[in-house]
């Protein structure tokens, strides 16, 4: 994969990362702030106080590449995971 591609595919994932966090992480900032959830591309939510806990359950239920991992109530902590 050259350079242009991962760049492409990192700016999309980013930009469905931040919708994905508007439609379905952002009401459980009230009750779970500080927490991490992953979110996969369907709409589903996993949450997590343990940040390394969570990359593996996300990683084995949805897939590489298919979900989001953020630090709820927080802006700067998010990530897509992708293997390969």
Do not use: C, N, P
Request: hydrophobic letters at 35%; proline letters at 0%; zero cysteines.
């Amino acid at each position: 994969m050259k350079q242009a591609e991962i760049d492409a595919w990192l700016k999309e994932r980013a930009e469905k990362d931040a919708r994905l966090y508007e439609m379905y992480g952002k009401a459980l900032e009230a009750k779970h702030k500080g927490e991490f959830v992953a979110i996969s591309d369907d709409g589903e939510v996993l949450l997590s106080k343990d940040k390394q806990h969570l990359e593996v359950e996300a990683f084995e239920k949805f897939g590489s590449g298919h979900y989001g991992l953020k630090r709820i109530g927080y802006r700067a902590e998010g990530k897509w995971r992708r293997v390969g």
